[in-house]
């Protein structure tokens, strides 16, 4: 006899969950999370309006060109560290629209013309992609990597936050793990053993011990993940940015009820449970662990920061002095400096995470991990002489102050000044 009550009104990701279950019993979380996101049958990422001011999110590309800019010139510097490799493969893994990797390659193309004619960017998707901002970008839809012996990068921007998760709790000194089932007609949770020894030796190997009635998340999938990016990479470099915390952080006091969040029409929700396919799930990434699995299989660990300081390591200064001489008018110049800001704002993206790793690559500092480097002090020069010009939003960038986001009331000129300080 069926569990499944015959509502009219559920989303084809919600149809989908609750056949599974079903068919097979509760679901873990991670299936689910899994089912409600990448569904290819309305799954939230299947959606092509997730990101923007009409969507539920901002991303860091979406702002303003210069935050790939930045990334541009960091990554001319480890192609230089490579010897100038022809191609230099780089990969954005979850590139979605594509933004990043347009805005990329136009800095490259007018400021970067070395590294430009080497360059060879791929934009890769679990689900087929949405209408392409940059057609000369590659495209590749695959569940995994599709590639091998790779010279080159691996980027991600705001992807392993989206890898589905397990949830886990702590009751009577137990680890339980969360499933998801169907009762009185509705998705609810329910207890039982772990799926896998795996969720209880993540947190051995951590030293982390939970407390009693600590709830949160564990994404075994990033293990998954690092294993396939470090087969596939002979020579090279990875490049995460996300938010999350290394593991004592992510796993203190503060956040004994998890780091688990929905996102719709830029609105929180706790609820996971409701508008399934139609809202975004997210949750922290735990970067001592990303750290240890692509140590595990040879990728070092060669930097790790804030999104706030890696921009502001690579240039991000000179490129706001830039933009005040480039004679735009008020409201343009002010939509481009608010956006500049946005990005490192520490308490919003600039507190995002950026991490590199290597493997076969030459013992040398990064750029965005090394204040007061070469390369900014050149860029901060070039600045003051009003030599070089900042890629301006466009169309396809979300006007800030539309994106009913609640920095829209943040001290701008306080932030300018405590950069400058």
């Known amino acids: 006899m069926s569990l499944l009550p015959k509502p009219s009104s559920l989303s084809p990701a919600e149809e989908a969950v609750r056949s599974l279950i079903d068919k097979d019993g509760p679901l873990t979380f991670a299936r689910f999370m899994e089912l409600a ?78 590294f430009h004619q080497a360059l060879r960017l791929v934009a890769l998707d679990r689900l087929p992609p949405h209408p392409p901002v940059d057609n000369d970008v590659a495209r590749v839809t695959a569940v995994g990597i599709p590639f091998w012996s790779m010279v080159g990068c691996f980027l991600s921007n705001e992807l392993l936050d989206s890898l589905p998760v397990h949830r886990v709790v702590v009751q009577r000194g137990r680890l339980l793990e969360v499933y998801v089932t169907v009762k009185d007609g509705q998705l609810q949770e329910t207890l039982a053993e772990p799926s896998t020894p795996r969720l209880d030796e993540r947190f051995r190997s951590l030293g982390v011990a939970l407390p009693e009635g600590y709830r949160t998340e564990v994404n075994l999938a990033l293990e998954d993940w690092m294993a396939e990016v470090a087969q596939t990479l002979a020579r090279g470099y990875v490049l995460t940015i996300d938010y999350g915390y290394p593991a004592e952080e992510l796993y203190n006091a503060a956040r004994s009820r998890g780091t688990l969040r929905c996102y719709f029409k830029h609105t929180l929700s706790a609820n996971p449970y409701q508008r399934v396919g139609r809202q975004d799930m997210t949750a922290h990434v735990d970067f001592t662990s990303l750290m240890r699995a692509g140590e595990a299989r040879g990728l070092g660990t060669l930097g790790f920061t804030t999104q706030r300081e890696f921009l502001l390591n690579l240039g991000l200064e000179a490129f706001l002095e830039a933009l005040d001489r480039m004679g735009l008018a008020r409201r343009e110049l002010e939509a481009n400096r608010i956006a500049l800001l946005e990005l490192a704002k520490a308490d919003g993206l600039g507190n995002f995470r950026v991490l590199a790793q290597g493997k076969g690559v030459p013992d040398e500092p990064l750029w965005g991990f090394t204040p007061a480097n070469a390369r900014q002090h050149e860029l901060k020069e070039l600045a003051s002489q009003g030599r070089f010009a900042v890629p301006l939003r466009t169309p396809q960038h979300i006007p800030l102050w539309e994106a009913r986001d609640p920095s829209a009331s943040f001290d701008w000129e306080a932030l300018w000044k405590e950069l400058q300080s």
């Open 37 to 114: 996101l990448f569904s290819p049958h309305g799954g939230y990422y299947s959606s092509p309006e997730a990101i923007g001011s009409r969507g539920d999110y901002f991303t860091s590309p979406t702002l303003h060109p210069a935050f790939a800019a930045l990334l541009a010139i960091q990554l001319e510097q480890m192609w230089t560290l490579l010897g100038c490799p022809a191609p230099f493969l780089l990969v954005e893994i979850g590139a979605g629209k594509g933004q990043l990797c347009h805005d990329l390659l136009a800095y490259a193309r007018s400021s970067l013309p070395r």
